[in-house]
């Protein structure tokens, strides 16, 4: 994952990525892993999806897609789509190009990250804090991590 110092004038968004429906794939935990991520504001949709898909131990291997509702993906009223930028038919726009504050603009904001249409790994991505870079980090990184993801893929997969 590429990691860069924050611009001048630039914010860090801390964006909290939860594991959703975690217990159906994994039956013995009851906690939901998640990361908090320290993100500058003006990256791209497609980089925290990177920085997410990363900070789960998962390959970035796969389409995605972030959608404000939550619970019903395919029933957004704003989403943004890799399809788009990848010449893909789709109703919304491209995550390539998108910024992150431009998405995520006030705290609170939530969008479910969906990432693989074929495994269906859901995430919920909120918006929980903005700060001032700190002098020589680089970014993005994982502020926060509690519990162990799960396998992306059964060990009987071939990659």
Not at 92 to 118: R, S
Request: glycine letters at 6%.
């Amino acid at each position: 994952m590429r990691t860069r110092k924050a611009k001048d004038g630039e914010k860090i968004y801390l964006i909290k990525v939860i594991l959703k429906r975690f217990s159906d794939r994994v039956k013995a935990s009851k906690v939901s892993p998640y990361r908090v991520l320290a993100i500058p504001e003006g990256l791209t949709l497609y980089r925290l999806a990177e920085a997410i898909v990363y900070s789960f131990d998962f390959w970035f291997d796969h389409c995605f897609g972030f959608y404000d509702n939550i619970n019903r993906w395919l029933d957004p009223d704003e989403g943004y789509e890799l399809f788009a930028d990848i010449g893909e038919e789709s109703e919304f726009k491209g995550v390539e190009k998108t910024k992150v504050n431009k998405v995520f603009d006030k705290i609170g904001k939530k969008m479910l990250f969906l990432f693989d249409y074929g495994d269906n790994w859901e995430f919920i991505v909120e918006l929980i804090g903005v700060e001032s870079p700190k002098e020589g980090e680089k970014y993005p990184f994982v502020l926060e991590f509690v519990g162990a993801a799960p396998t992306q893929y059964s060990e009987s997969v071939d990659l």
